[in-house]
């Protein structure tokens, strides 16, 4: 099997430990749960099977659902994630997105960061939004989305910047 294949493994089922077992118990100022899996989207195959792609985000919120018990709330969010990546490279990436030769290390720094900043807040708006499903409380909705999206993004950025190969 292909080393990339090896390597995704290993990321999928250490993001689901490390959230499960750690970020789930963490509780920062009674209601920032960082949600650090939403950056194996961020590091999955750019150029990989979009459909197996698809099913294996289903399989990471919904294994994090079952340890979470958030009843297929992650999982909503990271199907949508998978769905838009390709809309929010492009628009971080623009038309250098559309080639076949395309890689993040001819990327910039802002580009890569606005990247997961944008997959981070779509998540987090579909997730907060669905537990709490009322629009009479939109202000709890976005103090959740942007307190837990800056712990997040912070968290995710560090991760990226120590664990991401040279290559990427």
Known sequence: MNNTIFINIFR?????????LIFNNLNFMGFINPMVYVIFFYWYPI??????FMVIAFLLGFIIDIFS?????????????????PVLMRFCFGVNYEFQNFSFKNTTNIQRVTLLALMVLVHHLIFFSLEILSIA???LIL???FA?????LILCTLFSSLFSPKSE
Request: aromatic fraction near 4%; avoid cysteine; proline fraction near 0%.
């Open 148 to 152: 837990t999206g800056i712990v997040t």
């Open 137 to 139: 409380h939109i202000l």
């Open 47 to 52: 150029k990989g099977n979009r459909a197996l």
């Open 12 to 20: 999928f089922v250490l993001l689901i430990l490390t959230q499960v």
């Open 69 to 85: 018990d958030t009843m297929a709330l992650n999982a909503l969010a990271s199907l949508t994630i998978a769905y838009a990546r």
């Open 143 to 145: 103090k959740k989305v």
